[in-house]
């Protein structure tokens, strides 16, 4: 008797195939944006987004795709289902989240449609196993309305820096504030905790700024709990870029390079936490 | 004032304030024109840590103080340790990415600025708040000292290391030839139950082994650690001076640009022992700190204010933890106290009040609060007996920590003065 209580599907009648070599490729981004249990996933011919919220204010994505993939087949245009992303990862590192190396975990992800749950199959070193994973509706993803044209601010760091720098943060701030400017200080990270403010100045022409381009100052404020998550993103990167558009919305996109060396993207989108017009003190 | 700290010094500082933290929870801060002095003592005022940096030891330094050299500049203050700690967080990689660190007050005269410039031009600024305060001084004479050993760090580092992280206290017993540690256990807990540790030195083990006085003390070695992790680090050779028991152990660390001091408590012999005894070897400080003063009055608990400028929840841990039943006498950090036990508590909280309102408004008001106690009534869980441990924080981490003498202990979560009047109201 079935333990499922979702339809069983034959090969022939699978709306997505997704194979890889190394789960690894997937499961590392995954858990880079994995701050909730659940997210939605939407495959299109590119590839595979996956979408995790927070609060209505926050929105990570991951972009992983099709070329990433040994096999990757999809039999509609789009393909949306809601899935619990806990479950999912300990389903793609159930032979163990360490790496040996020379060993991967082979794997093979199955979606029949709308009812079906998403089926792995995951091999390592002649063992098999199957997980199905029951899927849920898709929810409606937030639209940030971010777009390229009304960007204001942009620069591009790289990673090891900033890490460093979001590891010192003083936690007992509520907000983060980042300004930036064509003139001093450029790029600030400004903490306000209980021992005092904090800040950290990246000039325009450091080594670690490769792409600087600030039309305007400007000053916003995120709310530290929304932002934290996204330092496992950075811990994955080689490089991020920060924008921020007339709303003062934020976007960090950072730049991922999984164990075979492609590029993968993972992006989170953040409201500011209220409207500061001019540079504060 | 300003000190410009170059490269590898700012490790060294890092390190310094990492050592310091092991004692209690605030930094003193003083610009000498010797040089910079951090300092720490912990709550019990048992324990106390001293780094001098002389002004060699920066690539500038400015005390602040009038030209001439007679006069000090005479700021002060103590800032939270944690919000310094944070500045440091990162040791290892302090003298890979940063290549300077400027300590100024801010021209507001509110904020000390500690920033660090690094690597690929990113400067890091912290603006921390502190509170004026007044000096710590202890009163101790390393030339007095009847015994004086020296040793590379690295040999009493490897003899700790034998200790249990959680032992509290330590026995070292010296005779002409050898000196031996051992852990020291409490009167109420069982010799047959508990693993004992011994470890014993020769004489030639250390580089210079002067003991004029057979003797053996006891001290915490907790706050000894700190000190020691430095130690290795630099590896300047440590000084250990003692003598009797009850006497405070100074361990100290000598360079020419960097002083630095560790005093420690011992127990001492006797089972009761007087104030007057205690306050004797004290001699009275000039300053009295309007935060921390220690009560000497054997028939009414002290009044210890907290001090920290970040919360209430911070301020209780009696950080050496078990000297609830022993009275441990200190002559050491006798930093700021007021020595004559005759004097009452009202004046000594109307001292306090004054000094602090500014500061801390909530504090001072409950202070007033409980000058209109009736005598007798439970303490607040604020006030400590420092010396009898007849009174202890609810928040104490020491584990055996008895309450003699005490009914209800008034349980304020927090320093509501609302909540305290209601609370000691009720009794």
Same mark, same amino acid.
């Given at each position: 008797?079935?333990?499922? !209580? ?43 987004? @996956? ?48 790496? @040996?190396?020379?060993?991967? !975990? ?18 390592? &070193? ?66 306000? &905790? ?49 924008? !921020? ?15 075979? &060396? ?20 | ?285 000039? #300053? ?42 200190? #002559? ?96």
């Amino acid at each position: 008797m079935p333990l499922s !209580t979702q339809l069983e599907a034959g090969e022939e009648q699978y709306v997505l195939i997704a194979s890889l070599d190394n789960a690894r490729n997937l499961s590392n981004i995954l858990k880079a944006i994995q701050f909730k249990d659940h997210a939605t996933f939407l495959a299109t011919s590119n590839g595979i987004k @996956v979408t995790v919220e927070d609060s209505k204010c926050l929105q990570a994505n991951a972009f992983i795709q099709a070329e990433i993939f040994q096999e990757f087949s999809i039999q509609e245009d789009s393909v949306m289902f809601r899935v619990n992303l806990a479950v999912l990862l300990d389903c793609l590192t159930i032979f163990g989240g360490s790496a @040996v190396p020379g060993v991967t !975990t082979a794997l093979k992800m199955c979606y029949n449609g709308y009812g079906y749950p998403l089926t792995l199959f995951l091999e390592e &070193g002649g063992v098999v196993t199957v997980c199905k994973i029951n899927t849920q509706e898709p929810e409606e993803t937030l639209d940030f309305d971010f777009c390229s044209t009304n960007v204001i601010n942009k620069v591009i760091l790289q990673s090891d820096s900033l890490r460093e720098a979001f590891s010192e943060l003083d936690m007992t701030s509520e907000v983060l504030q980042i300004t930036m400017s064509p003139d001093k200080p450029y790029f600030r990270l400004s903490t306000f &905790g209980n021992s005092g403010s904090a800040h950290c100045d990246y000039p325009k022409d450091s080594d670690m700024m490769e792409v600087f381009q600030c039309t305007q100052t400007q000053t916003n404020r995120y709310k530290m709990s929304l932002l934290k998550p996204s330092t496992k993103a950075l811990s994955l990167s080689c490089k991020v870029s920060i924008r !921020t558009d007339n709303r003062g919305f934020l976007s960090l996109q950072y730049m991922v390079r999984n164990d075979d &060396g492609q590029i993968c993207f993972i992006e989170y989108f953040c409201c500011p936490d209220e409207e500061v017009g001019e540079q504060e003190q | 004032m300003r000190c410009v700290v170059a490269t590898s010094n700012v490790k060294v500082l890092g390190k310094a304030v990492h050592s310091l933290s092991r004692i209690g929870d605030e930094l003193y801060f003083e610009p000498l024109s010797s040089g910079l002095a951090l300092r720490c003592v912990n709550s019990s005022r048992s324990a106390y840590g001293c780094f001098l940096f002389t002004p060699l030891f920066f690539q500038h330094y400015d005390s602040g103080a009038p030209p001439g050299g007679l006069e000090d500049s005479g700021f002060r203050c103590k800032m939270g340790m944690k919000s310094v700690q944070t500045v440091f967080k990162s040791l290892s990689s302090l003298d890979k990415t940063v290549e300077k660190c400027e300590i100024d007050l801010n021209p507001g005269g509110n904020r000390l600025v500690f920033q660090l410039h690094c690597k690929y031009g990113i400067t890091k600024t912290h603006n921390l708040s502190f509170q004026e305060s007044e000096s710590l001084q202890p009163v101790f004479q390393k030339d007095g000292y009847a015994n004086v050993l020296r040793a590379q760090p690295r040999l009493l580092a490897d003899t700790v290391v034998h200790f249990p992280p959680s032992l509290e206290e330590v026995n070292v017993t010296v005779s002409g030839e050898r000196v031996q540690f051992r852990n020291h256990l409490e009167d109420e807990q069982d010799a047959s139950k508990m693993m004992l540790t011994e470890m014993s030195l020769d004489a030639d083990e250390f580089e210079s082994f002067q003991v004029r006085e057979e003797t053996g003390i006891t001290f915490c070695l907790k706050e000894l650690r700190g000190l020691l992790s430095f130690a290795e680090s630099s590896g300047l050779p440590l000084s250990m001076y003692f003598d009797q028991p009850g006497r405070p152990v100074v361990f100290g660390l000598d360079d020419p640009v960097l002083e630095v001091n560790f005093v420690l408590a011992t127990l001492s012999d006797e089972e009761t022992t007087t104030h007057r005894e205690r306050n004797r070897s004290r001699p009275p400080q000039a #300053d009295t700190s309007h935060d921390d003063f220690l009560s000497d009055d054997m028939d009414s608990y002290m009044i210890a204010m907290e001090t920290s400028a970040v919360g209430g929840a911070e301020a209780q841990p009696c950080s050496t933890g078990s000297d609830q039943r022993r009275e441990r006498e200190s #002559d050491t950090a006798a930093c700021s106290t007021r020595s004559d036990h005759r004097r009452e508590r009202e004046p000594v909280t109307a001292a306090c009040s004054s000094g602090s309102k500014q500061q801390r408004g909530r504090e001072s008001e409950s202070e007033e609060e409980e000058e209109e106690e009736l005598p007798g009534t439970p303490p607040q869980k604020r006030f400590r007996s420092l010396f009898f441990g007849s009174v202890l924080s609810p928040y104490s981490q020491g584990a055996n920590q008895t309450l003699r003498n005490q009914e209800v202990l008034a349980e304020a979560s927090d320093s509501d003065p609302e909540e305290q009047e209601e609370e000691t109201a009720k009794k």
